[in-house]
């Protein structure tokens, strides 16, 4: 399996018999897996010209924006799977959805991807351990449907451990990246959510335009179950993440409201001795021009008039 995994690394087109185990083959036979990831120019152009596939469909599949699909044209079936994939914990969005590709007609079944997930490698890797391969076309696809939503699961799991994290950092103190931390995973939520109910959606219609028998009715199940099961976890993750947000949101505007309560209390407090000091300061006859108690007398009236105002204050909590 080890040197499996290595070729498939190394060489973007691989080649797999799928009728009992998965085995690689130096080239392509009929019915057999070809499996393409990060395709160049140069193999977009080997798989238009050697099986003549709709130029259209390959753009179609770089489009990361690619809604979840199927379609023919010319006896070709393309199917747009969203799966999902981790960029960099810190890019704008850590985890997303991208799009792969199922491409069939008669004898000839492709896979294209244009980013390298852990979810294709694994998939590869659980068909081994099976030792069993695939019954034809809809067998392969309804498990890449299965494949996808396990993962799904996975992921959300790494995701609530990251939010999980932020609320830990966030309950010792208040920082900016926890908070950007936490909007970067519910941007994550948003995609996952679209992109599980747009696979959702695919499904139950492949359901009825692919030839179905009952081993593939029973993994239409299994397939199923893990999606509602992921599309509800992505939910619930969301509205925690959603109120979360909300109340860190409440505790910054509560403490704002602090700081800028305790300021204006020391700006009235301070603005009394500045006033006294101001009055008798003036030159004007007051009737301590003259007196060399003058100044003690008011600092004195500024200490008072200050303790009292604070006491005030302090009797109202406003400091």
Known sequence: MHSALTW??????????????LKTIPEWQPGCWI?????TDEDQRELEERFNIPDYFIDDISDTD????????????????????????RSRTPFTTVPLGIIHKRDVTITVCFFETNMMIDFVSYQQKRSEGFTDFVDMTFRLFLSSSVWYLKRLKQINNLIEKAK??????????SLVGLSRLQDSLTYFNTSIR?????????????QVDELDADLIEDVNIEMTQARETTQIYASILESTMATYSSIINNNMNTVMRTLTSVSIIMMFPTL????????????????PLGFGIAVLISILVSGCTFAVLRMKRLV
């Open 168 to 177: 830990h950092n966030l309950d010792h103190t208040v920082n900016n990246e």
């Open 66 to 89: 690619e809604r979840a699909r199927y379609e023919y044209d010319d006896g070709w079936m393309l199917i747009i799977l969203r799966i999902p994939h981790v960029k960099q914990i």
């Open 8 to 21: 498939r690394i190394s060489e973007m087109k691989t080649y797999w018999t799928i009728s009992e185990n």
């Open 276 to 291: 006294i000091a101001s009055i008798f300061g003036m030159n004007l006859i007051n009737g301590m021009e003259n007196n």
């Open 198 to 210: 747009g696979n959702e959606n695919l499904l139950q219609k492949l359901k009825f335009k692919l």
């Open 35 to 39: 499996q393409v990831t990060c395709p």
